[in-house]
Structures are given as C-alpha cells and as structure tokens.
C-alpha cells in the first residue's frame, strides 16, 4: 500500500489542523493506521492510532481531548483532526499502516511496514 499524508501547515497556537493519510494500491479495510510525529531532535512518537474496524482508537495522552483520528475507508483514508494546538506540537507527522486483526491498535513504529512521506506542522506561539 501506499501513503501520503497532507494536511500540514502553520497555525497559531489555539488553532487547528486536519490531517489526511490517502492510501492507494492494496484494500485499505485491511489495515490498521497510526500517527507518529517527529520533532526536530528528537525520535519518533506515538500519536494517535486507529483499529481497521473503526471501533477502536488510542491516543498518546499529551493530546488525549485535542486529537480525533477516524477513517473513510470508502475513500481509503485516516483523518488526524487536532484541536488546540500547542508549540510543543509542532513535528513533522507521519502516517503508517500495517496488516492487522479487526480490534488492534498498533503503538509501536516497528509494527508498522507502511510511511507516508510526512507532512510539516508548525505551531507558532
């Protein structure tokens, strides 16, 4: 399968962004979808990932309440909404995917065999 996530840009402190993830080339129902974010420096992180059934989210608890990830899978694509934004938010964001089972959440970033190419976010104070 392959990704590309969109969506990135600045906005201020308070604002809000929506993320896109599109896949394409293999049936996307398959498969279980994460967010990770890298910011400058430091290693990749945990986001936000979502179950192939729909039914089951999990989130990094910095944006538990500020972050909604949810999928389209007529149009093979995973949202990442973020609320509230903070300057501590700002990171290049990628999305994964991974073969899975219809309840499982994917945490880690050796689970997942699939990257989109990342997309910028900058929160400005």
């Known amino acids: 399968v392959q990704l590309q996530a969109s969506g990135g840009g600045l906005v201020q402190a308070g604002g809000s962004l929506r993320l896109s993830c599109a896949a394409s080339?293999?049936?996307?129902?398959?498969?279980?979808v994460g967010w990770f974010r890298q910011a400058p420096g430091k290693e990749r992180e945990f986001v936000a990932g979502?179950?192939?059934?729909?039914?089951?989210?999990d989130y990094e608890d910095s944006v538990k309440g500020r972050f909604t990830i949810s999928r389209d899978n007529a149009k093979n694509t995973v949202y990442l909404q973020m609320n509230s934004l903070k300057p501590e938010d700002t990171a290049v964001y990628y999305c994964?995917?991974?073969?899975?089972?219809?309840?499982?959440?994917?945490?880690?970033?050796?689970?997942?065999?699939?990257w989109g190419q990342g997309t910028l976010v900058t929160v400005s104070s």
């Open positions: 994964g995917a991974q073969v899975a089972r219809g309840f499982i959440v994917l945490m880690k970033e050796q689970e997942y065999s699939y």
């Open positions: 080339g293999r049936t996307f129902t398959n498969y279980a």
């Open positions: 979502i179950s192939r059934s729909k039914s089951i989210t």
